[in-house]
């Protein structure tokens, strides 16, 4: 599934009841709201993020607050007609995301082993002399 195609699709579900899971609890709890995992949010709008392409949703706790969450750290009901699309969506980031991690780990381990072996010519160099 294209993340455009579900943006439109939630645009038309807008406003949405959501729950906030992991950063978004993290959050709410430092600005001084009681959230727990089964407090209810409302996106009031969706967008993609310019920089990472990630589906963002603009959030209130109750008409107070306003923050916002990638949809990737929230949750819908799950008798919602957008569950299973947005699960799928979920899953389909992550997975992306673990793939750049790897490839992270492998630039670095390169990077890490074209370091280690100009020291040690560079070392020798000075031993030679």
Request: with cysteine; aromatic share 6%; hydrophobic share 35%.
């Amino acid at each position: 599934m294209s993340a455009q195609s579900l943006l439109n699709d939630i645009l038309k579900h807008l406003p949405l009841r959501v729950y906030g899971r992991r950063a978004v609890l993290t959050l709410l709890r430092e600005m001084g709201f009681a959230a727990k995992n089964k407090t209810p949010l409302t996106a009031t709008d969706v967008y993609r993020d310019d920089h990472s392409g990630e589906l963002v949703c603009k959030l209130s706790l109750d008409g107070k607050g306003e923050l916002t969450a990638a949809l990737t750290n929230l949750k819908l009901d799950i008798g919602h007609p957008l569950y299973r699309k947005v699960k799928n969506y979920q899953a389909e980031v992550s997975e992306a995301l673990g793939k750049l991690d790897a490839e992270d780990v492998r630039q670095t381990n390169i990077d890490e082993e074209d370091r280690d072996g100009f020291r040690d010519g560079f070392g020798d160099l000075f031993k030679n002399r």
